[in-house]
């Protein structure tokens, strides 16, 4: 019983301190740590990091101590009289460039606008309001990203980033899903990083960009690619196959079931498919026990996020999305998982 009380309070002091540590970890990216430490090359000594990123040796030594803690980064040993740091695959994972950076979905999350909903938390679930998000900002997240053209860019980036993980997991995973495709929209695809990414691995595909006017306006231009600005709930461009990542859980099972429905229409009957990228959560029984923060168990976090920041949307799970994908009227479908929090499922008309 003392075991237990002891670890209870553990657990309890890491859920009040819990925000610390995504702080810190925006600090370091905010400052430009891993940059800089990439540009420099090897280790780096705490007063040589503190002159590129602009900042007190004193106070950053503590930032790099706690950061070091948590294994972002690590102290290397030197003959220098100073500490010395060096990257870790972690903290490359911190840096706003690269295949793997994963910074910008960070600053969104940890955005000011983003954080606001989960004090409204408990009052959506006591139905004083109908959404956390709305509540802190009032209106729903789509409209407030299409009035606020920085944080819909904040929102683009963290898209993008996450698009880029996708699209290197299903190639590295399971790349037969897109075979035979020679076009592909992509539904909901922001400013065109999941296509432009797709692209580079193949070149043959042709890819049309599907969203909302206002953001398909400010996208990047791509060759290969056509962007087109329309509305999901009213149709979709046809292609061989349609893509829709990281779409469906911002959407209750009413919406989502339209959605595929237009996805189905603008696919071939014969040959055409819907590719969907998104969680599976587990059932109870097939769930870690414990909380281990495994890929897979992020879904339950993520299943808060769309709480906190939709109004109908979930993450699903199996038997979940049997439902939605029977109900939009698909034929079959296949589930595989890939090497990141989403799985890739499969309809077919």
């Not at 060096?86 to 979905?105: F, H, I, K, P, Y």
């Not at 976090?301 to 199996?318: H, N, P, Q, V």
């Amino acid at each position: 019983m003392e075991k237990e009380e002891a670890e209870a309070e553990v657990e309890m002091w890491k859920f009040i301190f819990g925000f610390v540590e995504m702080a810190v970890v925006k600090c370091a990216i905010e400052l430009g740590v891993a940059e800089a430490m990439e540009t420099h090359g090897g280790a780096v000594s705490l007063s040589s990091l503190s002159s590129a990123v602009g900042c007190s040796p004193s106070d950053l030594n503590r930032i790099m101590r706690f950061l070091v803690s948590r294994r972002v980064f690590k102290e290397a040993e030197t003959s220098e009289a100073e500490p010395c740091y060096q990257q870790t695959v972690l903290s490359l994972r911190l840096m706003t460039r690269g295949e793997n950076g994963m910074a910008d979905l960070l600053l969104l999350k940890s955005s000011p606008v983003m954080l606001a909903p989960w004090h409204a938390l408990s009052a959506r679930l006591r139905g004083k309001v109908s959404s956390s998000f709305d509540a802190a900002h009032g209106e729903e997240i789509w409209g407030y990203a299409a009035s606020h053209p920085a944080h819909s860019k904040l929102m683009n980036d963290a898209m993008a980033c996450h698009a880029r993980l996708a699209v290197s997991a299903i190639l590295n995973g399971c790349p037969e899903v897109f075979d035979g495709v020679s076009s592909l929209v992509d539904v909901g695809g922001g400013n065109g990083a999941t296509l432009r990414t797709l692209i580079k691995s193949r070149p043959l595909i042709s890819g049309i960009n599907f969203d909302l006017p206002h953001v398909v306006s400010a996208a990047p231009k791509c060759n290969g690619v056509e962007f087109v600005g329309g509305d999901m709930f009213d149709s979709v461009p046809t292609a061989d196959a349609a893509f829709i990542n990281w779409v469906l859980h911002d959407w209750g099972d009413k919406e989502c079931i339209q959605i595929l429905e237009k996805c189905r229409e603008a696919v071939p009957r014969e040959k055409g498919k819907v590719i969907i990228v998104d969680a599976v959560i587990e059932e109870k029984e097939n769930r870690e026990e414990g909380g281990k923060s495994t890929l897979k168990d992020m879904g339950l976090m993520l299943d808060m996020s769309m709480m906190a920041y939709t109004t109908t949307g979930k993450e699903r799970t199996l038997k979940e999305w049997d439902y939605v994908i029977k109900k939009a009227g698909f034929s079959r479908y296949t589930v595989k998982p890939i090497l990141t929090i989403q799985s890739v499922i499969e309809a077919y008309p």
